[in-house]
């Protein structure tokens, strides 16, 4: 039998931004031209949830693609790795794919990092439950931007995994910056593993963020229901609507929340004004081709040692050694 949550011996870093930097943030964007959201904002306790649910829709095929990759690759991704590591993953999330690697790797330690405290802690304590073996240090922290490693173990190798595409969510400057930023982390001797969605049919993009249950809808307007829960908002969430296409020409699914009728919104003290038809964009999905991807972390600092992919051809999964 497992042991009580509160009992599993983990050690847990509270970095959470403070609240002002979230109100801060929203009502800049929406002041934008466009008005925007960022997509880091998805993810708390709810959006996590529906996010996790996401990943189980016959739509989204990204998450049940890329795990049978790392399950068929695990060993081939092992060897590269070596055994005794530092396994860092930011935006851990549930940590249910890091699960399909963890006995092949057997890293020394591991550093789940997220900006959603509560889900993050669960995760953790579940994953010490299920590998006492493991050293289990938890960050709660906006990973996008610098920051020290909780911990970093002397001599041991560190290397970043970063699953689920979550890339294509920075504009490919910033993506480049992010990875620049990972490069720095794991020093000259470190690596990446990592997920990258690739271009295909644009109809197999669109049906993966418009799934049939509306469970991504629910989770794009859940922006809405935590401003106005967390910063005493009056979003009339059923002014607008989940709106997600793909972009072919940039190279991007992007979400939008497509307002319905004019609508004013109210945050502290500011109004804010949304004509019909007008959206606020929450996120970009970047698609890219496995030779686009590996001269983007080349300018980065990581070169490329091996890439696998699905037999669709639908997501791969990268390893890099830092440069």
């Known amino acids: 039998m497992k042991a009580a949550l509160?009992?599993?011996?983990?050690?847990?870093?509270?970095?959470?931004?403070?609240?002002?930097?979230?109100?801060?943030?929203?009502?800049?964007?929406?002041?934008?031209?466009?008005?925007?959201?960022?997509?880091?904002?998805?993810?708390?306790?709810?959006?996590?949830?529906?996010?996790?649910?996401?990943?189980?829709?016959?739509?989204?095929?990204?998450?049940r693609t890329e795990s049978k990759i790392l399950r068929d690759r695990r060993e081939a991704i092992a060897q590269h790795v070596g055994e005794g590591c530092v396994l860092i993953?930011?935006?851990?999330?549930?940590?249910?794919?890091?699960?399909?690697?963890?006995?092949?790797?057997?890293?020394?330690?591991?550093?789940?990092?997220d900006i959603s405290r509560e889900h993050l802690r669960?995760?953790?304590?579940?994953?010490?439950?299920?590998?006492?073996?493991?050293?289990?240090?938890?960050?709660?922290?906006?990973?996008?931007a610098p920051i020290p490693l909780p911990v970093d173990p002397d001599g041991a190798r560190k290397v970043v995994f970063f699953p689920g595409s979550s890339i294509g969510n920075f504009e490919?400057?910033?993506?480049?910056?992010?990875?620049?930023?990972?490069?720095?982390?794991?020093?000259?001797?470190?690596?990446?593993?990592?997920?990258?969605?690739?271009?295909?049919?644009a109809e197999v993009l669109r049906a993966a963020y418009n799934?049939?249950?509306?469970?991504?809808?629910a989770f794009n307007l859940n922006l809405l229901h935590r401003i106005n829960r967390e910063l005493a908002a009056d979003f009339d969430v059923t002014a607008f609507a989940h709106d997600a296409f793909y972009n072919d020409e940039l190279g991007r699914v992007e979400m939008h929340l497509r307002c319905?009728?004019?609508?004013?919104v109210r945050i502290g003290g500011e109004t804010l004004r949304f004509a019909r038809d007008s959206s606020i964009h929450t996120e970009n999905s970047y698609k890219y081709h496995v030779e686009e991807f590996q001269q983007l972390a080349a300018r980065a600092g990581f070169r490329p040692r091996d890439c696998w992919t699905d037999e669709d051809g639908l997501f791969s999964v990268h390893y890099f050694e830092a440069a």
């Open 260 to 264: 319905q009728r004019d609508t004013d």
């Open 172 to 201: 490919p400057q910033a993506a480049e910056d992010f990875l620049a930023h990972l490069r720095d982390m794991v020093g000259e001797q470190g690596g990446l593993i990592i997920g990258v969605d690739l271009k295909k049919d």
């Open 211 to 217: 799934d049939r249950l509306g469970i991504t809808a």
């Open 122 to 144: 669960l995760a953790a304590q579940g994953l010490a439950e299920d590998y006492p073996w493991l050293d289990v240090c938890a960050a709660c922290v906006d990973f996008t």
């Open 6 to 63: 509160q009992e599993v011996d983990i050690a847990f870093h509270d970095f959470h931004p403070p609240e002002d930097d979230f109100y801060a943030e929203v009502i800049e964007g929406l002041k934008g031209s466009p008005p925007t959201i960022s997509p880091k904002f998805f993810y708390d306790q709810q959006g996590s949830r529906l996010f996790d649910a996401i990943c189980a829709c016959h739509e989204y095929y990204p998450t």
């Open 89 to 113: 993953e930011p935006g851990a999330g549930s940590t249910e794919k890091v699960r399909l690697l963890l006995d092949a790797l057997r890293p020394r330690t591991f550093i789940p990092m």
